[in-house]
């Protein structure tokens, strides 16, 4: 059965992801709509971008990735069709694919399907479900656009190496108020070296011990591990690390090596 995945910001107290899965069914009644989720915060690529490119590989091969985030109506906005590593994704031109992928995409169309002027204002639930049900019919992306070599380019914020320190910073919490960095665990290991460390963040908190579990440390205590996006994270072992340690998206930590 084809899969089309969902990655946006439509909430579920509106008609919006109603009438877009709506539109799906319609248009392909046998398919399996998955939500990854539907609660990005308005118009936040990053956050979709580090949701999808660390969920979607989970997916079998030709599943179909829609991604519906900043795709309103414009005249300078292009609506890209893309393969990237045997998956097919959807979505807007607005820097979402340069964040999300590694390597450069196998295949990149640019939409010509024609807007219906009854969903001006809401193409997800035409053009994106035209081009993202052709995908999970089987059809080519030549038949919905025209190839395109340049996408938006927009940057993650990278961590930097400055002598026996790693500064980095907080780039997502999630819904268990555990903090995640953009410090990844091969970048960790190469600079680590077998050194021991002092992860240093807000309130002149530290840890120095990189756990496997969250349940390695008793309920409460502050932890650090590498999660199921192998970034670096820092957690409470059944509370709230974001609140509790008063750590925000864009916080910095810094790792020192002995």
Known sequence: MAIITLTTDLGDKDIYQAALKGSIYKSLPTVNIVDITNSVAAFNVQQAAFILKNSFYYFPEDTVHLIGIDTVYSDHTKYLAVRYKKHYFVGADNGIFSLMFDTDPEEIVEI???????????????????????????????????????????????????????????????????????ITKEFFNSVQQGRKFVLNFKRNETINHLSWHYNEVPVGEKLCLFGISDHLEIAINKGNASGLLGLNLNDKVIIEFQ
């Open 112 to 182: 010509n399907i024609m807007q219906d002027l009854k969903f001006l204002h809401f193409p997800l639930a035409d053009i994106f479900v035209k081009a993202a049900c052709h995908l999970a019919k089987g059809g080519k992306l030549s038949e919905i656009g025209l190839p395109v070599y340049d996408i938006e380019n927009k940057m993650n914020l990278q961590p930097v190496i400055e002598k026996n320190l790693i500064k980095g910073v907080v780039i997502y919490i999630d819904s268990f108020q555990n903090v995640i960095t953009n």
